[in-house]
């Protein structure tokens, strides 16, 4: 039988992750504590440490960007069906 690949919550990453930045337990105890793989936990730890200056970055999680990204992508979907709705309006 094939085994599932467990997903952790994310929370739970965080918090690990956070404890081993910490450096208070090894990763070996925080292993056995938190039943993941030490190398699970020592990827967590790399990613929160690359992440960690984005989310002071805009003062807001970093997210300005996205929000502005989404804005644009949905005005310039109105933009086509409004067009396309014209178009129809007219051929009928």
């Known amino acids: 039988m094939v085994k599932k690949r467990t997903t952790y919550p994310d929370t739970l990453k965080a918090r690990v992750a956070l404890e081993a930045v910490k450096g208070v337990k ?4 925080l292993s056995s504590r938190y039943k993941v793989h030490p190398n699970v936990i020592a990827k967590w730890k790399k990613k929160l440490l690359e ?4 989310i002071f970055r805009h003062g807001n999680g970093g997210r ?4 502005e990204a989404l804005t644009a992508s949905l005005y310039e979907e109105i933009g086509r069906l409004k067009m396309e709705n014209n ?3 007219k051929k009928l």
Request: aromatic content about 6%; cysteine-free; hydrophobic content about 35%.
């Open 64 to 67: 300005a960007s996205d929000g």
């Open 87 to 89: 178009w129809l309006k």
């Open 26 to 29: 090894t990763i070996s105890e």
């Open 51 to 54: 992440k960690a200056p984005d």
